[in-house]
């Protein structure tokens, strides 16, 4: 969580850096005229920097660059398949597994690769507690700060309404958000009190102090970005001075002088508050006098297009450009408006027809037994449960303690109506395999564990069964730089223990999920611009090979598999999605009548994020997309 957490401030980071550099630019042309434009671009980035989400358009002023997170965490993983793959090996599907190479791989432990870990996850794994460091030590001075400004003002007097006559040599200054409070020194003349009261007052109408609160807030999580110290600095000065003129136009520009030499006396012997987030102070006398004595009224119409040409400014710099390669559309995803225009290319396959599966819950995985009975996953981690069609699952049980960190999140895989197992990781980092053998009633937990090695409370499980007492795991970590830990288990007691049976960190792609054939074992995986996209092992063979499926059709630069589904009754009958990335984004339908060795195209998927795919038996295909619904294909 905590990874997840800095990553995603890096990025914000990242975006917030490009933001302020174009402010600081604009900043530029807007010298001559009324300050308060110029403090009003300092809003995005304050967005920018307290937010985590932005909308997309096409009018987006901001480059459309990888973020750190996507370039850390999805790296393309390029070791290829060696040829020999010497002692990793594990059995096929049934008993003829060779405990002799099993040995060696769960005596060996770490691989070379695993034990050496890239400076950039060296980086990352440093660079979180430094992080949360730096923003604890800004918090505790905000905090120290506070304490001894409130012990200060505890004498203070008040005058009238929210002000407040303190002794000292300080200068001006408001304290608090909800209840703000104006706290003046003793020194100043009746006209000196009127003009500070009328600024102090504008900073409030305007909600300054809450501002100031967020703006401490942001400079505290992204104290590590000499940038946000600079916009903090320079947003403060262009609120100041907004003030200033704020006043000269309330009160009439014949008291810029006096004003001004008001500033002046309180510059001069009197100490400015600073770094507390609940009260702040009137400092930098020398920019704001010289603003005061270049400040002239704009023109109405002038002003009115500079206004109207900074908020289109602000929307541009508010949004995203479109496809913006975050983790959330990495898979390509396309909008309504790009779907549309598909329509209109010269389709290479027809069109499927597809008709919604009214549910009561969101899925994430399907596996049917027979066209009635089946078991399936949702996307709150409940296990439901059918004997009477895919529209009447009611659940089962509860998985407890899912790790949030887990990109793949559960699996699950069924036998038949009495065997069920579900795949997942706690929130302690440990890999558990739940399941039941008499359809329900009764839930047994299984953890699996790894010689030498140590889940990391993120990454994936996946989870398939052959028959009804062999099964493979499959666990895969979260990608760091290219480097993804994946791991496979198996079973010969119906899920009592799992041992390790191979290493395949070798496997190029990132694996979507695992499943059987007919005495075939097959691992779908996104490729991300490699030319594998399923990979499979026969029973009594070691080695792994890219599955014959199909050509890159013309126009596709890739694709990505999802696991592949076969039938429960006929092992020979299944079905295949792949992900065909070119120009647009595709999901083509496969099928096949032979355990996978031959497949064909049935046509194109009309959905735009398909996640998964089944079979209930009689052709009855169905998909899953990535928001839980479903879906059945004619």
Same mark, same amino acid.
């Given at each position: 969580?905590?990874?997840?957490?800095?990553?995603?401030?890096?990025?914000?980071?990242?975006?917030a850096a490009?933001?302020?550099?174009?402010?600081?630019?604009?900043?530029?042309?807007?010298?001559?005229?009324?300050?308060?434009?110029?403090?009003?671009?300092?809003?995005?980035?304050?967005?920018?920097?307290?937010?985590?989400?932005?909308?997309?358009?096409?009018?987006?002023?901001?480059?459309?660059?990888?973020?750190?997170?996507?370039?850390?965490?999805?790296?393309?993983?390029?070791?290829?398949?060696?040829?020999?793959?010497?002692?990793?090996?594990?059995?096929?599907?049934?008993?003829?597994?060779?405990?002799?190479?099993?040995?060696?791989?769960?005596?060996?432990?770490? &691989?070379?690769?695993?034990?050496?870990?890239?400076?950039q996850t060296r980086c990352v794994t440093f660079g979180k507690y430094v992080w949360v460091l730096g923003v604890c030590v800004m918090l505790f001075y905000s905090i120290v700060s506070m304490i001894k400004i409130r012990q200060k003002v505890s004498v203070s007097v008040r005058v009238r309404d929210n002000i407040y006559i303190t002794e000292g040599h300080i200068s001006p200054f408001v304290m608090g958000v909800f209840r703000p409070r104006i706290y003046l020194p003793d020194c100043l003349s009746e006209k000196e009190q009127e003009y500070i009261i009328f600024h102090e007052r504008c900073h409030i109408r305007r909600l300054d102090p809450v501002i100031r609160v967020l703006a401490f807030l942001a400079l505290s999580i992204h104290w590590f970005n000499p940038l946000v110290w600079v916009a903090f600095i320079?947003?403060?000065?262009?609120?100041?001075?907004?003030?200033?003129?704020?006043?000269?136009?309330?009160?009439?520009?014949?008291?810029?002088?006096?004003?001004?030499?008001?500033?002046?006396?309180?510059? &001069?012997?009197?100490?400015?508050?600073?770094?507390?987030?609940?009260?702040?102070?009137?400092?930098?006398?020398?920019?704001?006098?010289q603003n005061l004595a270049k400040f002239r009224k704009t023109r109405r119409w002038v002003l009115f297009v500079i206004i109207l040409a900074v908020a289109i400014l602000i929307l541009?710099?508010?949004?995203n450009p479109k496809n913006q390669n975050t983790k959330k559309t990495q898979s390509n995803q396309l909008t309504t408006e790009e779907a549309s225009e598909m329509d209109k290319v010269d389709d290479t396959y027809k069109k499927l027809t597809i008709s919604t599966v009214d549910l009561s819950y969101s899925l994430r995985k399907v596996a049917m037994c027979s066209t009635n009975e089946g078991w399936a996953l949702s996307t709150e981690d409940e296990i439901l449960f059918t004997d009477s069609g895919i529209e009447n699952f009611s659940v089962t049980r509860q998985l407890e303690s899912v790790s949030s960190l887990n990109d793949g999140q559960a699996d699950l895989c069924a036998v038949d109506r009495q065997s069920a197992y579900v795949a997942?990781?706690?929130?302690?980092?440990?890999?558990?395999?739940?399941?039941?053998?008499?359809?329900?009633?009764?839930?047994?937990? &299984?953890?699996?564990?790894?010689?030498?090695?140590?889940?990391d409370g993120s990454g994936s499980a996946y989870i398939s069964f052959s028959d009804k007492d062999h099964g493979y795991l499959l666990y895969c970590s979260s990608p760091a730089a290219g480097q993804m830990t994946k791991r496979l288990f198996y079973t010969e007691n119906a899920g009592e223990s799992f041992s390790p049976a191979d290493d395949l960190s070798r496997l190029s792609g990132y694996p979507q999920g695992i499943s059987f054939s007919a005495g075939t074992c097959y691992i779908a995986v996104a490729s991300h611009g490699e030319d594998a996209y399923l990979y499979e092992k026969e029973s009594g063979t070691d080695q792994w090979k890219k599955a014959e499926v199909m050509e890159l059709p013309e126009g596709v630069r890739y694709m990505d598999g999802f696991v592949s589904a076969f039938d429960s009754q006929n092992k020979s009958e299944g079905m295949l999605v792949l992900k065909a990335v070119g120009d647009d984004v595709r999901f083509l339908l496969l099928t096949t009548e032979d355990a996978g060795a031959n497949w064909s195209v049935q046509g194109e998927i009309p959905s735009e994020n398909v996640s998964g795919c089944f079979d209930a038996g009689e052709q009855q295909f169905y998909v899953i997309d990535e928001l839980g619904s479903l879906y059945k294909l004619f």
């Open positions: 969580m905590l990874q997840q957490i800095f990553l995603k401030v890096m990025d914000m980071s990242f975006t490009i933001i302020i550099g174009i402010v600081l630019i604009v900043r530029i042309f807007l010298k001559r005229f009324p300050k308060y434009i110029s403090y009003a671009l300092w809003s995005v980035v304050l967005f920018r920097l307290l937010c985590p989400y932005s909308f997309e358009s096409a009018y987006s002023l901001v480059p459309d660059v990888k973020p750190v997170s996507y370039q850390y965490e999805m790296a393309t993983d390029t070791v290829s398949v060696p040829e020999e793959s010497g002692g990793e090996n594990f059995s096929g599907i049934a008993s003829d597994l060779r405990k002799s190479d099993i040995q060696a791989v769960s005596g060996s432990g770490r &691989t070379d690769t695993d034990a050496k870990l890239s400076w320079i947003s403060g000065k262009d609120m100041e001075m907004s003030c200033d003129e704020a006043v000269i136009r309330k009160m009439g520009e014949n008291i810029r002088a006096d004003y001004a030499q008001s500033l002046l006396a309180l510059a &001069t012997g009197h100490r400015v508050v600073r770094g507390i987030p609940l009260a702040f102070g009137e400092g930098d006398t020398k920019s704001r006098v541009c710099l508010v949004s997942y990781i706690s929130e302690e980092g440990r890999l558990f395999v739940d399941y039941t053998t008499d359809g329900g009633d009764n839930w047994k937990q &299984t953890e699996v564990t790894s010689p030498g090695d140590a889940f």
